[in-house]
């Protein structure tokens, strides 16, 4: 069997997603955590809170019910699967707009009075077959909640670079995005410059944007046993619940 890098399977989610901000039609990526079904609300609760301080990509999520399959996600009987819209779509988005767009990595970032300090750990994605944000929420490095009650912690993200002619654009879609419900632009940076003392190549701009299992991570801070998979599937957005994360 041959090794399949993160990048490539980057780059097959990227192409198969076709959502639309302005018409809200399309393809999106999915993330998926599974919590035993007494868990569920808890859970629920916590991604709500989650999403409310601007650390989640979007509003959309679907629940599976134990017993139940969805896009090639299976749930055990006893389970809950929570689908939570992944940054890739954002990748998506910017490529069907005719923008070129390269994921670079993945890490945990720094945030100090709810102002983004630096990437502190970053895999890239072009050297590994793993999900960086999956391998640092194993690992335990996040502290969503502190940044939750504090303004301060460690938080999941992942930059991508676009090139600088692109600028306008990008900023015109990103707001597109915004206006929407997506809460996932962590900083855009300067043209060659680095973002959050990751470097970018030189005639590009950085993006970082928050990663789509940071709701996860929360839940597992609070001790609730949780499962993830990132980049787990593509989804019609009509099949998404738009309202589950509001308050």
């Known amino acids: 069997m041959t090794l399949k890098f993160m990048s490539s399977k980057i780059g097959e989610v990227i192409y198969g997603t076709t959502f639309n901000p302005r018409s809200g039609a399309g393809t999106i990526a ?7 079904e007494h868990d569920l609300e808890r ?10 301080a601007g650390l989640n990509v979007g509003p959309y999520v ?9 896009q090639g996600v299976s749930i055990q009987k006893g389970f809950n699967g929570i689908l939570t819209i992944c940054s890739i779509t954002i990748d998506g ?16 970032v720094q945030v100090t009075e709810k102002t983004p300090v630096r990437f502190t750990d970053i895999l890239r994605y072009d050297s590994t077959t793993l999900d960086p944000l999956d391998v640092f929420m194993s690992q335990e490095l ?14 999941l993200a992942s930059v991508r670079e676009v090139p600088m002619a692109a600028g306008t654009q990008l ?16 900083e855009v940076g300067e043209p060659n410059s680095d973002l959050l003392e990751m470097p970018v190549s030189r005639g590009h701009i950085g993006v970082a944007i928050i990663g789509g299992i940071n709701s996860m991570a929360a839940v597992k801070e609070s001790g609730i046993e949780i499962q993830t998979s990132a980049i787990s599937g593509l989804a019609d957005v009509r099949d998404m619940d738009y309202d589950l994360l509001s308050p």
């Open 30 to 36: 999915f993330n998926t955590a599974v919590v035993a």
């Open 43 to 52: 859970a629920l609760e916590i991604f709500k809170r989650v999403y409310a």
């Open 62 to 70: 679907r629940i599976i019910e134990g017993g139940e399959s969805f």
């Open 93 to 108: 988005v910017l490529l069907k707009a005719g923008i070129p767009v390269k994921p670079l990595c993945g890490g945990i």
């Open 142 to 155: 996040t502290s969503v909640l502190d940044m939750i009650n504090t303004g301060s912690g460690k938080v």
């Open 171 to 186: 900023e015109n879609l990103l707001s597109d995005l915004m206006d929407i419900g997506f809460k996932g632009i962590l």
